[in-house]
């Protein structure tokens, strides 16, 4: 059964339903996909690879754009691509020959096909299609189909290294992104302009087609987005100032970009919670769902006074036990330290900063991400830190931006 579910930006995302026994299956010879991509898929274009986190690639790129500041600028182009049915797209034929040449476990691939080409019933609300036999692609919603995309993209992704080392290329499952910072602005067009048009190439080789509409373009300088958008033509896509890159506002130009959508979201939601908290796990439904989904992106943004306080009304309102008598906040007492929605959205800047500067001071050189900043970049980016002055409001969104005020209120020796 295939579900039909409505997108926020408009149109369907098909999602594959699988029968018990076949989620039985899946879920039990998992562990042995995830231990080939541990061992395989460890390229740092890879987003979704282990040891990873979500917004890593995004964090890396800005921090390297605003610690270069010490060094006197560099100029940075990113060019961001979607793909239309990146899923449905796949061949299976070139999947299982990729799959045979990197030693992915084709006895778990070849019951994943099969699996593929079962009759499927489109289901939408309560109309439902005759049985489909799918002819093509891999099936959103199998446990397996992430990986099987990422290896089906991996000869791709390092053709490119080689032919591109200097473009930082970022894949999370079906969005795309081509970065690079230059001294000069024809540089970064020049680079951005040869690598997309290498990458289109080797897509449609794939038969993964772009999804035109959803392409954007973001620099630091408008020279370098007419050379690019005069080099890739319609491949350029649509220039913006501020993108959503994986769910977080993402600029490189001074834009402070917040998280109002977000946290009206929270508000929402601390209704419901003031209605259920006696009858729910209104404390649980908060701290392991809203909180954490409010604060995603933490470590890009410096959060207002009014959005603290959001944040700390929401916890101490979602608190099933309110005793007469005892101010509301005073309820705050009963969560511990590490929950408190303060200390998590200051800590998440520093926190961030010293994972970067441990994986660096840590990680065998073998093992090390390739996007991994290095010890100037590490250096710099704090000095541009420290450079920093309260009011903060002028400083561009990102690492910075959110490291200076949690260095003022988070104790810490990495000014020692």
């Known amino acids: 059964m295939v579900v039909l579910i409505s997108k926020p930006c408009g ?12 989620r039985l299956y899946s879920r039990a010879r998992a562990k042995h996909v995830q231990q080939w991509a541990k061992e395989h898929l460890n390229h740092h274009a890879v987003n979704p690879a282990s040891g990873r986190q979500v917004l890593d690639a995004t964090w890396r790129l800005m921090a390297r754009q605003q610690a270069s500041t010490k060094t006197n600028g560099k100029c940075a182009g990113d060019l961001l691509w979607d793909h239309r049915k990146a899923f449905e797209c796949a061949n299976r034929a070139m999947l299982w020959a990729t799959a045979k040449r990197h030693q992915y476990p084709l006895d778990i691939l070849r ?29 959103a919603g199998s446990a397996f189909a992430t990986v099987e995309l990422s290896l089906y993209l991996w000869d791709l992704i390092f053709e490119h290294a080689v032919q591109h080392p200097s473009i930082t290329l970022s894949i999370h499952v079906d969005d795309f992104s081509q970065s690079t910072p230059a001294q000069g602005t024809e540089e970064v067009a020049d680079k951005l302009v040869a690598s997309a ?67 009206a979201c929270l508000k929402q939601r601390l209704k419901t919670f003031k209605k259920i908290r006696k009858v729910a796990p209104a404390p649980l439904l908060y701290f392991a769902g809203a909180q954490p989904a409010a604060l995603y992106g933490s470590e890009l943004y410096q959060f207002t006074g009014a959005e603290m306080n959001t944040l700390v009304n929401g916890a101490a309102s979602a608190i099933a036990s309110h005793p007469m008598g005892v101010i509301k906040h005073m309820c705050l007492l009963t969560v511990h ?80």
């Open 111 to 139: 019951m994943s096909l099969s699996s593929y080409a079962w009759g499927r019933h489109l289901v939408m609300g309560e109309l439902t299609t005759k049985q489909i036999l799918p002819k093509r692609g891999i099936a």
């Open 197 to 263: 048009l290498t990458l289109h190439a080797k897509l449609n080789e794939l038969g993964m087609p772009l999804a035109d509409d959803k392409c954007q373009l973001i620099t630091t300088h408008p020279l370098i987005a007419k050379g690019t958008i005069q080099g890739l033509g319609s491949l350029a896509g649509e220039l913006s100032d501020t993108v959503k890159r994986l769910g977080v506002d993402y600029s490189l130009n001074n834009q402070n970009a917040g998280q109002k959508q977000r946290l």
């Open 337 to 416: 330290i590490a929950s408190h929605p303060l200390l998590q959205a200051t800590a998440a800047p520093i926190m961030r900063y010293a994972r970067e500067v441990w994986a660096y001071a840590h990680s065998p050189a073998d093992k090390k991400p390739g996007d991994l900043l290095n010890a100037r970049e590490i250096s710099d980016l704090w000095w541009a830190v420290k450079q920093a002055k309260h009011p903060f409001d002028k400083i561009p969104q990102g690492p910075v931006r959110a490291i200076a005020p949690s260095r003022l209120i988070v104790p810490s020796r990495l000014d020692l």
């Open 11 to 22: 149109g369907l995302r098909p999602i594959t339903l699988f029968r018990a026994v076949f």
